[in-house]
């Protein structure tokens, strides 16, 4: 089992930053692929990047490319988000995933922990 807690989140304004958190523990952290996905009200939970074991390979969503950044610290198990030039439309509580899947991707059911959430609010 493992358990994930993300933190970071809060209210920021259009074109501000935020770095999120998300520390594991209960299992080998460096054996699993880490993720972030995001749900806003009334929409669906939706993919917004993951990366790599050893962090070598990432994969963005189109939406977050070339504003958001993630990264890991094998040897403190914790992953990082962070998020540059930020929009309203990145509201939303974002959650961070861990997959055992040899190579996941954008779906979430490739993806077998889950944390609690961290609300990211982008004020226009």
């Known amino acids: 089992q493992v358990h994930l807690v993300e933190s970071g989140g809060g209210l920021v304004q259009a074109g501000g930053s935020l770095r999120l958190s998300c520390a594991a523990s209960?299992?080998?952290?460096?054996?699993?692929?880490m993720g972030w996905f995001r749900q806003a009200p009334g929409k669906e939970r939706e993919f917004v990047v993951r990366?790599?074991?050893?962090?070598?390979?990432?994969y963005y969503a189109d939406s977050v490319k070339g504003r958001f950044t993630i990264s890991r610290d094998n040897a403190k198990n914790t992953a990082y988000l962070q998020m540059n030039s930020l929009k309203p439309e990145d509201t939303a509580v974002y959650y961070c995933?861990?997959?055992?899947?040899?190579?996941?991707?954008?779906?979430?059911?490739?993806?077998?922990?889950w944390g609690q959430g961290t609300q990211v609010t982008v004020s226009s």
């Open positions: 209960g299992r080998t952290f460096s054996s699993l692929f």
């Open positions: 990366i790599s074991r050893s962090g070598g390979s990432t």
């Open positions: 995933a861990a997959s055992r899947s040899s190579w996941p991707g954008s779906a979430a059911d490739e993806y077998h922990y």
